[in-house]
């Protein structure tokens, strides 16, 4: 290990052994994460074309 790097792996200096734990999710709870996943990617993808259709509007109107 460098005198850049820390236990965690990156740069921070905090000198610490990091350890990483895994989380096993249960058949349900991966679904449920799943489908909370897919709610958050279309409303993300809601306020892109939203954002998108205001900035296209916003080109228009100064052309005009």
């Keep these: 290990m460098s005198e850049h790097e820390c236990g965690c792996g ?6 610490e052994e990091h350890q990483v734990s895994r989380i096993y999710l249960t ?5 449920s994460r799943l489908e909370q996943y897919l709610v958050d990617l279309k409303t993300e993808i809601v306020a892109v074309e939203e ?5 296209k509007q916003e080109v228009l109107v100064q052309q005009s």
Excluded at 51 to 55: C, D, Q, R, T
Aim: hydrophobic content about 30%; aromatic content about 6%; proline content about 0%.
């Design 27 to 31: 058949r349900d709870e991966y679904i």
């Design 51 to 55: 954002e998108l259709a205001m900035l």
């Design 10 to 15: 990156g740069s921070c200096n905090c000198g």
